[in-house]
């Protein structure tokens, strides 16, 4: 593994008014010294665009009070080429963080162009740009006249949406992933083969990360406990998929930051296999709690959380407030990340517990929306 030191770097940050992406930089606020931090997102409107425009601030402020880091914001969108070109040209990032996506189970159904635009295309558009940050020419055919040597390392988002229906649990990056039950498990799953490819072409370092079930304060109002909650303050009636018989590896946000952070200091290498021959410099990590929660469990949860947050008054009839439905398309009944591999190359596994996690959600939401 290459040892990457983070102080004095240019870090790019795609989706960077995102739900990881927003806590990533800010994380790197705090630990990075020296660094130029760019940020690129399109701002789309798949859900609250006030959420993005109040992460945004959040970073302003940071970068208002920092001596120490430079965050430039840029408003654009992965799957523009020439965007994302003139990025490269312009600050020539030495490690890249792609964590914008087109992300949803159920919206892939209905929406499928924005999956392939932007996990796709944008997915593309920036492994193209990492490739040619190690030629001797710069994208547009000028000479490099600097000592940038190129990216030393791409991080990009997968999904543990990339299991499918596996029987097998705990997931491990060792089992196969050939089955995906919806196009946004598919080109998740795309991205890690392309990522593949390029690595082993053009010896680009790349390391994948299958999220598992991210929550956590300013999340997005899609997952389950954003929109649950959302209902229950307007009285409406939520649905428990699969009649509650789910299992989810809820992980909270700050957790999946360190393991973010981690990984982007250590670098896959060139290595020989078992059989002599080379393998490219390509890892894939699982982050998840490692401890699957019911859903009706963390139902019950959430509700004591937002009832202590006073988001909730202390009589609320929550079972009035319940129903119970069958499964959805792309849907699976169980996640459970296995992390041995983050905990021996890293020394790091999630562990913040689902009420401390949902408690601090509570709190933010109280708080945000008064």
């Keep these: 593994m290459q040892k990457i030191d983070l102080d004095d770097k240019t870090i790019l940050v795609t989706g960077s008014a995102g739900f990881i992406g927003s806590n990533l930089v800010k994380r790197l606020f705090k630990d990075v010294k020296g660094a130029t931090i760019v940020g690129i997102d399109n701002m789309n409107d798949y859900y609250d665009v006030s959420l993005k425009e109040y992460r945004l601030k959040e970073l302003e402020k940071l970068n208002c009070q920092s001596s120490t880091v430079n965050y430039q914001f840029i408003k654009g969108d992965i799957a523009d080429k020439a965007t994302i070109d003139s990025i490269f040209e312009q600050y020539k990032p030495a490690v890249v963080v792609n964590l914008a996506a087109q992300a949803g189970v159920r919206y892939s ?62 997931y491990s990056t060792d089992d196969k992933v050939d089955n995906p039950v919806s196009l946004y498990a598919a080109t998740k799953k795309s991205n890690e083969l392309m990522a593949h490819a390029y690595s082993k072409l053009y010896n680009i370092p790349s390391t994948g ?14 997952m389950a406990y ?16 699969n009649y509650g018989n789910c299992m989810r590896d809820f992980t909270y ?21 078992e ?20 859903l009706l469990n963390f139902v019950d949860i959430l509700q004591q959380e937002l009832i202590r947050a006073k988001v909730l008054p202390d009589d609320y009839d929550f079972e009035a407030h319940k129903q119970l439905v069958p499964m959805q398309p792309g849907d699976v009944p169980t996640t459970y990340a ?22 601090a959600f509570a709190e933010w939401y109280s708080e945000f929306y008064k």
């Design 109 to 170: 159904i209905t929406n499928p162009d924005a999956y392939i635009q932007s996990n796709l295309i944008g997915f593309y558009n920036i492994l193209e740009a990492c490739r040619h940050s190690k030629d001797k020419t710069n994208t547009d055919g000028t000479d490099q006249t600097d000592d940038y040597q190129g990216v030393e390392h791409l991080v990009y988002a997968s999904s543990s949406s990339v299991y499918g229906s596996n029987k097998k649990v705990p």
């Design 253 to 273: 946000v700050d957790d999946i930051v360190e393991g973010v952070v981690r990984i982007m200091q250590g670098a896959p290498e060139k290595q020989l296999g």
């Design 226 to 241: 954003f929109g649950f909650t959302n209902k229950l303050v307007k009285g409406d009636t939520i649905q428990i998929f």
């Design 209 to 222: 990360l299958r999220f598992f079930t991210v929550y956590g304060p300013a999340g997005r109002p899609d």
């Design 338 to 359: 296995d992390t041995a591999a983050l905990e021996r190359d890293f020394g790091f596994k999630p562990s913040t517990s689902l009420r401390d996690g949902l408690r």
């Design 275 to 294: 059989d002599g021959l080379p393998l490219p410099p390509y890892a894939v990590y699982n982050i998840g709690n490692n401890s699957p929660e019911n």
